[in-house]
């Protein structure tokens, strides 16, 4: 019925939505891109929708488990002790007798590692609060994992699954992740980049993080199935976690809906993470992060090149990054590729970046085929960010641009990216890109969109990008281009302080850049400039 309800919404307001015409661009601004107001976890529908993409995409049901129903009280659980015996035995005997739900009563309870089994929903009522132990005895014994795209034998997850088929969780309850000051934060490995610590030489089973002996371990996660399929995740709120919050690795068919995430002032505290996982359902979700919102990775350098499993066919739809450092990313582990990721009808309230593309010389792979529709943003940093270098401190003379390097199966690229329908009602930047000089991005195209922004362009190692049919009122009239080729803007109205575009254009690869049937207008005055 909430569909239908925001499907007449959507219809009406853009038929009486004024039309925006300059001599460059001339298109309808609809409210037809969501406002905040009509999308996250509070505007969770009861049905799943059918699924619209510019790919093939299975169409996504909810699960239905067995009638059999227990709650962790008929195993002894009791408020002010540690329940995890109790969920885990009732989790056990649930998926031995064929499936069901194990609930999680309203309450305050205090668990250790739950792992779920399958055809086993685990259920938290309203009102049910589940803290995860800071200890790290209460995530024995280290089980198998992948940390950063690296895989490795550490603590896992809050809940963990592996090699399970039909699991869920679901329910209004709050999860509350351990301690801060904690030993299952403390004890981490953050002293050095991964890669540095864990080598791809050595084999996985000796990769053996536990923290026993006083060594260190990898961060917990708060939920991560891996090798899983079907996995559904619904309505949940997740806080305090020690680390990426939602984390499907090696996962088919995959539904996350009507999460809530709070993670600001958490380093890493990315939202929800997909990694080398396809088919893929995020819906209606609202996260507020201390990292990364709603991020695509999949595997980092020579292991990730190992393991070779892209994130593929990710639709993420009708959510709301509330803050956190971007809104959607790819990356920056990219080794198996992502590719086919549909993102549309989403809000980006107060995040730093609002579509962010990551990624570093060995990471290897990289993405294509990403596509991105009906996005409103207002977000402090650039609305468009490519990162392909990263910085000197994590990644030391592969920082620098110069002098570039032989193409190898860990170079990185991103191409064949299509975006439409964007407004942007504020941002501190249109486009800020940074390729490689040995794999320059390509293939971009923006259209039909509309910028109010600081500051225009900044391109280097670019070859092959479109903006058409746009609209883009600039504080600042500056573009840099750098190495940047192939460059077109076709109608496109600028709006820019004086009315003249002041183009920065140096490198020897710099050429081919137009603007075509484009204009420039006083963002003051609203007099044409040419």
């Known amino acids: 019925m909430k569909n239908k309800l925001l499907t007449i919404l959507i219809a009406l307001t853009s038929a009486f939505a004024p039309k925006v015409s300059t001599a460059g661009a001339s298109f309808s601004l609809t409210d037809s891109i969501p406002h905040k107001n009509q999308v996250g976890a509070s505007k969770l529908p009861a049905i799943i929708a059918p699924v619209k993409a510019p790919f093939a995409m299975p169409q996504f049901k909810k699960p239905v488990f067995p009638k059999l129903t227990m709650s962790i009280i008929a195993k002894g659980a009791q408020e002010g002790a540690k329940v995890t015996t109790a ?29 779920l089994k399958s055809n086993v929903n685990l259920h938290f009522e309203d009102g049910a609060e589940l803290t995860f132990s800071g200890e790290l005895a209460d995530y024995q014994p280290a089980v198998f994992t992948r940390n950063e795209g690296i ?9 963990y699954a ?14 509350i992740g351990p301690a801060k000051g904690s030993p299952v934060r403390e004890r981490v490995m953050d002293t050095v980049v991964i890669e540095s610590f864990v080598s791809y030489k050595t084999p996985v089973a000796k990769r053996v993080y536990d923290g026993s002996k006083g060594g260190y371990v990898f961060p917990v996660m708060f ?14 709120s997740l806080e305090n976690t020690a680390f990426w919050n939602i984390v499907p690795v090696y996962c088919d068919n995959v539904i996350i809906r009507g999460i809530t995430v709070n993670s600001v002032g958490i380093q890493r505290g990315d939202g929800i993470d997909i990694e080398s996982s396809k ?10 992060c201390g990292d990364d919102c709603f991020t695509i990775k999949a595997g980092r350098n020579e292991d990730g090149l190992r393991v070779n499993k892209p ?24 080794a198996g590729m992502i590719r086919n990721l549909y993102v549309h009808d989403c809000v980006f309230q107060n995040s730093g970046t609002g579509i962010r593309f990551k990624t570093r010389r060995p990471r290897a792979g990289g993405g294509k085929n990403l596509y991105y529709d009906r996005i409103r943003m207002n977000i402090s940093g ?7 270098l990263g910085n000197a401190t994590h990644m030391g003379k592969l920082a620098s641009r110069y002098p570039p390097l032989p193409v190898t199966p860990l170079t990185p690229s991103f191409s064949e990216i299509k975006v439409t329908n964007i407004l942007v009602e504020k941002a501190g930047r249109f486009v800020k890109a940074n390729g490689i000089p040995e794999q320059p991005l390509r293939g971009v195209l923006i259209d039909h969109s509309s910028f109010s922004v600081d500051k225009l362009w900044q391109a280097t190692d670019v070859n092959g990008f479109e903006v058409r049919n746009t609209i883009i009122r600039a504080q600042d009239p500056n573009m840099t281009f750098l190495d940047a080729q192939n460059i077109k803007f076709n109608k496109v109205t600028f709006e820019v302080p004086g009315g003249q575009l002041i183009k920065n254009i140096t490198g020897e690869k710099s050429g081919n850049i137009s603007f075509g049937n484009s204009t420039t207008v006083d963002l003051k005055a609203g007099n044409a400039g040419r």
């Open 87 to 115: 969920i885990q035995a009732a989790i056990n005997q649930v998926s031995q007798r064929g499936g069901g739900t194990v609930v999680v009563p309203k309450g305050k309870w205090l668990s250790g590692r739950i792992t």
């Open 151 to 159: 895989e490795l034998i550490s603590l896992g997850a809050c809940i």
């Open 162 to 175: 592996n090699g399970q088929e039909n699991i869920a969780i679901t329910g209004k309850g709050r999860l």
């Open 223 to 236: 939920i991560s199935p891996i090798n899983c399929k079907k996995v559904y995740i619904e309505g949940v």
């Open 279 to 288: 088919n893929v359902l995020i819906e209606y979700s609202t996260l507020s």
């Open 311 to 334: 994130s593929e066919s990710i639709v993420v739809r009708y959510c709301l990054a509330l803050e956190g450092h971007g809104g959607i990313t790819c990356g920056s582990e990219t």
């Open 382 to 388: 650039p609305a468009f960010e490519w990162d392909m």
